[in-house]
DNA sequence: ACCGTACTACGAGAGTCGTCGAACTACGAT
DNA sequence: ATCGTAGTTCGACGACTCTCGTAGTACGGT
């Protein structure tokens, strides 16, 4: 047993705010992540994606890029599925991901 | 007299990097300034901003906005004149200043 | 020459952030 | 039931950031 809230909290398209998505994506780790989710397509094994971090930091950086609203995250077995909010940020905030992902640098 | 560099230091279009750029309006000042600074138009004193933080404080975002490449700063007598980087920009990441300017919120 | 205005420079303090390792929970396979 | 794999949680540490006040520099007016 052990207390075990099932579900990610994941912020509507509303709450969103354009300074945590800023925040979110301005790390290098993060910003890798969501290219790569967003390169890959429809839905990604979190794990699978290579990052120069250890699991902990990884599960920070997640938690960051899904309460900031930018990825949504969904259980799969022992597994965390993520897809990037592209509905609700194009909604929110038109062209602000294509200008970032597209950023070659 | 003192050591002074007469000119302050700006990136060149091709230096400017995608993470500094969110980073820098990643902050709930700096984005206000820039706002600010694209509504008033040609070239702002920097000073005539209202902010909510000291002097000291706004020069430190100044210097975060401009290291960032985001606004180009000249000296005018005792002023700083500031304009937003909208051509830079626009040229490296296109949609992207039009993106987060534009959020309301 | 003097004074006021505009800004910068230099600490310092409080807070946040990115990183890690160790311990823990959850699920699936053998 | 046992083991391994996937991920989370917790505390800790160093680095960075936002903020400020004080002191200093530069320019313009009287």
Request: aromatic share 0%; glycine share 8%; hydrophobic share 40%.
């Amino acid at each position: 047993m052990g207390t075990m809230s099932d579900d990610l909290a994941h912020p509507e398209r509303a709450e969103i705010r354009i300074e945590a998505v800023l925040h979110a994506l301005a790390d290098p780790v993060r910003l890798h992540l969501v290219r790569e989710m967003e390169r890959i397509g429809t839905g990604v094994a979190c794990g699978a994606i290579e990052l120069p971090v250890t699991k902990s930091t990884r599960t920070h950086h997640l938690r960051t890029l899904r309460e900031a609203g930018v990825i949504r995250v969904r259980k799969e077995g022992t597994s965390r599925i993520g897809t990037v909010r592209r509905d609700d940020l194009d909604a929110r905030y038109p062209g602000l991901l294509t200008a970032i992902l597209s950023a070659e640098n």
